[in-house]
């Protein structure tokens, strides 16, 4: 290998709202995808509804699942106005580049090499070519990306043909000579076929493959773009999807869906996961399949929209009022969101109750480039009638899971509301009905096998010391082991998929002979490790 040129590059693009850096960021990560390259792309925003700064994190590879980086190879800004925000996500070092617009401004102290200023502002105004795509052009001719695979994915992106002098311009930009220092990719291995796709993408594939036709919810940071992604899908699959009034609306909308025998789902984040508990419970008391998706990012109230946490699992878990069992999952990765969004409508519909699934913004809104996701499997149909005996909708059977009818079976009419009620759905307050109903609620979710799909385990069984995480730390965990296994630490990384109903046998025994455990998360109140032990 060469001093130029490198496995997995690291590019920070940077600039204020409205520059284009986000559009730039998709752009290059496409045209590298198209070269033959991997890729991941993080962007980050301020908390402004229009402005502010805006960053895109792009990092490109040889290799599907390419390790973390330390630094940044190359870090290029438009303007330099608030980019001091980006200081604890923008690692750099003696070897990283630096280059900016001539007329960005002063920038925030970087360590680094600084490149010669690009001149782009004055034949933006010639030309028409914005800014972002000349500093694109650049890019690319330095890491090796033609102008051909460049000028395809901006003409599909910005639905226009490059003239002339456009094509010209960009041409001159691609052929900008590379500062010493800068290096190349090597060449990708990868051939066509590769896919292109955030979590919210990969979320709302899974739902669609396993069987999920209505979607209602209400828009909210970062969940609309799962919402966004799915309306158009939905409608060709025969669906629908519902933008409704609000969170409280959209929640009862979907468990009326599926009450009426369409499976069923909503999307949301902290605030309006607050906001639905009231309709997860009557869907839990009146055991209607649901998947509820909640995008985590950083609160209390409206925290921090455009920000990853995973500080909404003790409201996932145990936010509806009374005894309400009901299943919480967790992806554990981008690529692991189809799979565990397949899993949820399945064991909503089989276990009749509703399925948080728990994503976050750092899943949901970045993007990679990585092989064809397997599909999720269709869930399985629910439990109908056989018309055999009188039909009680809530009858007490060994495993908890009573037939459901459709409105309008025949002879299958019953009441489905949130009140307690006995085995043919009519209201009660007697003591002994509520305790059986409670019981069987319960039991349906503890006696069921969640087989292999609850856990996921990398590393040797007997290993001194365990990584437990969920969620996006997961692979943050499993890129740890091979540094723990070169200091001579034997680790395993355990990833809970299924965070509800807890399995501590289960547990234990993944566990195995650790003499360390740790947990991995992203909560200032440690509600995981508080969680597991408790």
């Known amino acids: 290998m060469s001093e130029d040129t490198r496995p997995i590059l690291a590019v920070a693009l940077l ?24 890729g991941k792309l993080t962007r980050s925003f301020g908390p402004q ?42 690692p750099t070092g003696p070897a ?3 280059v900016a617009a001539a007329d ?42 033609s102008l051909g695979d460049l000028l395809d994915v901006a003409s599909q992106r910005f639905r226009t043909r490059f003239g002339e002098a456009s094509r010209a311009l960009l041409a001159d930009r691609i052929a900008t000579p590379r500062p010493t220092g800068i290096p190349r990719l090597l060449p990708p291995e990868n051939g066509d076929g590769s896919w292109n796709i955030n979590g919210n993408e990969a979320t709302g594939l899974g739902l669609l493959q396993a069987g999920i036709r209505m979607a209602a919810a209400y828009p909210i940071t970062p969940a609309t773009e799962l ?19 609000d969170e409280l609306a959209s929640i009862n909308m979907a468990v009326g869906a599926s009450f009426g025998g369409v499976p069923a789902m909503t999307a949301t984040s902290g605030p309006g996961l607050a906001l639905m508990h009231e309709g997860i419970g009557l869907a839990v008391a009146a055991e209607i399949p649901l998947v509820v998706v909640n995008v985590q990012r950083g609160g209390p109230s ?25 299943v919480v999952v967790a992806p554990l990765g981008i690529t692991d969101c189809t799979a565990t969004a397949g899993w949820a409508v399945s064991l909503a519909e089989q276990l009749q109750t509703p399925v948080i699934l728990q994503s976050e913004q750092r899943l949901a809104q970045t993007r990679i480039v990585c092989p064809p996701i397997d599909a999720a499997p269709a869930a399985p149909a629910r439990a109908r009638p056989t018309g055999d005996t009188p039909y009680q909708r809530y009858a007490d059977t060994p495993a908890g899971i009573s037939p459901i009818a459709k409105p309008g079976d025949a002879d299958t009419r019953y009441v489905a509301d949130g009140l307690e009620h006995d085995q043919d759905g009519t209201p009660t307050t007697a003591a ?22 609850a856990f996921a385990s990398e590393g040797p069984d007997d290993a001194d010391v365990v990584l437990i995480a969920t969620g996006s730390l997961f692979p943050t965990a499993r890129a740890a082991l091979s540094e723990l296994a070169s200091a001579g630490v034997s680790a395993r ?10 399995q501590p046998a289960l547990l234990a025994k993944t566990l195995g002979r650790a003499r360390r455990v740790l947990v991995i998360e992203q909560s200032a109140g440690a509600q995981l490790f508080h969680y597991l032990r408790g």
């Open 15 to 38: 600039g204020s709202g409205g520059a284009g850096i986000a559009t730039a960021g998709e752009i290059l990560l496409e045209t590298a995808r198209r070269a033959g390259y991997y």
């Open 49 to 90: 509804i229009r402005g502010g700064e805006t960053a895109s994190f792009v990092q490109l590879s040889i290799e599907p699942e390419a390790p973390p980086i330390s630094r940044y190879d190359l870090v290029a800004a438009l303007d330099w106005k608030n980019a001091e925000r980006f200081a604890a996500e923008l």
């Open 96 to 98: 990283t580049r630096i």
């Open 104 to 145: 960005a401004g002063e920038g925030p102290t970087l360590t680094g090499v600084v490149a010669e200023p690009l001149a782009l502002r004055e034949a933006a105004r010639n030309t028409g070519v914005r800014e972002n795509l000349q500093l694109l052009a650049v890019l690319c001719g330095w890491l090796g990306l």
């Open 227 to 245: 919402l966004e992604w799915l309306s158009p899908r939905l409608e060709g699959l025969g669906g629908l999807l519902v933008q409704a009034e």
């Open 302 to 326: 409206t925290g921090l929209p455009t920000k990853s946490e995973q500080a909404d699992l003790l409201t996932a878990l145990f936010g509806p009022h009374g005894d309400a069992p009901h």
């Open 432 to 453: 002994a009905a509520h305790e059986l109903q409670t019981s069987k609620r319960q039991r349906k979710l503890v006696q069921h096998d969640f087989g292999d799909l």
């Open 493 to 502: 990384a355990v990833g809970l998929r299924l965070l509800a109903p807890a």
